[in-house]
Structures are given as C-alpha cells and as structure tokens.
C-alpha cells in the first residue's frame, strides 16, 4: 500500500514556477510525492528543505543530497530553515491534508473505521493525545472543540456523552468512543458525523490551526519577492485561515491600509478562486474531492 497519494500534485508544483537553480520548501513531505516531483524539476544548483514530525515519513526520504528532510513543525520554519543559513527561499508549497498512511494505519488511532488506541498524534514523541484529551479534558473545552474544530450539530450534547461515560472508567480505544457516541450519532449519516468529530479531537491534539497560523506568517517572511506560496486545505476552517492571509497578509482577515488609506498587501493573488481536482483525480483517488489549492505570489 503507497505511504500516500499526493493530490493536486501537478498543479501545485507548476504553481511555483520552479527555477532549476531555486531553493524551495515542502513543509509537509509525507510519501515524498510532491517533493519528488519538486527535485525533478531542479538541476545539481537547486535546493529542496522539507519538513515532517512524524518518523514514519522519514522513511521515505530519498538518496539525493539536494535534499535536507527536517523532522519538526512547520510553525517552526523560520527557525530551522535560519540554521541551515537559509533567509529567503523562491517557494513554499503545504499539502494540509492528512496522510493515508495516518488514516489507514489502525494503531496511529486517527480513523473511525479500524480498532485501535485513541491516539491521533502525527508527532508520535508528543504528549498529548485523544485519549488525553477525551478523557480529561471539562465539559466546556470540549464543546468548544467539537463547535470550532468540528462544526458538529448540538457540539454540548456530544460533550455530555463523553463526559458521563467517562465517569465509568477511562474510554481508551477507538471502538469504545464511538460506542459513546452512539446516542448522537445521527442514522444513515453516520461517517459524515464521526468524521467531524474525529477531525475536531485530532486538531486539538495536534495544535493544527495555531501550527497554520503561524506557519503562514513565517511564510511571507521567508519568501524573497517575486516567490509563490500554494496550499492545499481540505476543510472550511484552514481553508478560511489561508484565503484571509493570502488575501490580506494577516490570518485574521483584516486588510491593512497606508497612509493615504490604500489597501497594503505582500502577495499578488494566482488563483482567485481555488483550484479543485479533476474529476478524473477524484474518481482516482477519493480523497483528494474536498482539496483546494490556493496560490499567491510576493509582491
């Protein structure tokens, strides 16, 4: 079974305009497709740095010395890429979606479909996991997560069932939860319903919209001018993130102004709406149907 299926994956390599002598970033490389296909393009002066905190990705790293594979966050970018003598860089492509190998892989506990313990941790080194947060965290937070993370329907009402079967003892496997949930899981909608709960705990977990956040900011910092950025999302919420700092410069959507009250902004827009799969791509590979691919360049 292939580590994952890189989506969009010609789309978003020709919207960096890859010079053969560049230096770029895949900040999450993954099964390696899209940086694969970002050294295909480069000559013996071109750079690639890529970044991923989960081991198994580095497994996949290929022998090719044009290569630096980083095993950190990418909201860390600025800081290992300035260690490595990096300060500007010609493009920055993020493929925000999970990984097959993390969906299809039971133990990792990031989907409903398979037993397994409720992890959802993509750095496996890391502390905090489901289990933790499901099992601990109050009432309150969690309604929080399952409305902003999730957009789940009735978010207090699933907090509710979390919170009193725990007081029965601790809900440590994947089974179990949705054994919990099962009050609330809406007939004939089943898969639509965990999905968004599942999506909410593994965005917590992984701190994924604040790790966005600041990666996007680093990201204009980093690009020398006339650099692209491309980003992939597949739900509303980094997707909303990405659209308002591409838009804007700032994540939180609020368009800057000169002195003379003249709308400032660091990037150009490429794609003024996002670019979706093929339909071929989809019937391919089903999960690549909600990806969008959004692309600015500096100004």
């Keep these: 079974m292939s580590y994952h299926v890189p989506v969009l994956l ?3 390599v020709d919207a960096l305009g890859i010079k ?4 770029y970033v895949d900040l999450t490389f993954g099964g390696g497709g899209h940086s694969g296909e970002i050294l295909h393009r480069l000559d013996s002066r ?3 740095y890529a970044f991923d905190q989960d081991p198994d990705a580095h497994k996949n790293k290929p022998d090719d010395e044009r290569l630096t594979l980083i095993r950190g966050n990418f909201k860390y970018m600025r800081g290992y890429l300035r260690q490595q003598g990096i300060e500007e860089v010609d493009g920055i492509l993020a493929d925000l979606g999970i990984s097959s190998h993390h969906i299809d892989t ?3 506990g990031f989907s409903f479909r398979f037993e397994g313990d409720l992890d959802m941790r993509m750095n496996t080194a890391a502390i905090l996991s489901a289990k933790e947060v499901i099992n601990s965290y109050p009432h309150e937070t969690l309604t929080r997560i399952f409305r902003d993370y999730g957009e789940v329907d009735k978010p207090h009402r699933v907090a509710g069932l979390i919170t009193a079967a725990r007081e029965s003892g601790p809900i440590n496997t994947v089974e179990e939860f949705i054994r919990v949930l099962e009050p609330q899981t809406p007939k004939m909608q089943e898969n639509k319903f965990l999905a968004k709960v599942f999506q909410a705990i593994r965005i917590e977990v992984n701190g994924e919209m604040d790790s966005l956040a600041l990666m996007l900011e680093q990201s204009g910092k980093m690009l020398r001018p006339g650099g692209y950025l491309a980003v992939i999302t597949y739900h509303s919420l980094e997707d909303r993130l990405v659209k308002n ?7 939180e959507g609020v368009a800057d102004k000169d002195f003379f009250g003249k709308v400032t902004n660091p990037f150009v827009l490429v794609t003024r709406k996002p670019i979706e799969p093929s339909e071929e791509e989809n019937n391919r590979n089903t999960r690549a149907r909600s990806a969008r691919l959004r692309v600015v360049q500096k100004v």
């Design 10 to 12: 010609k789309e978003s």
């Design 106 to 108: 039971p133990e990792r």
């Design 20 to 23: 053969p002598g560049g230096v």
């Design 46 to 48: 071109g750079k690639l």
């Design 245 to 251: 700092y591409m838009k804007t410069g700032n994540v």
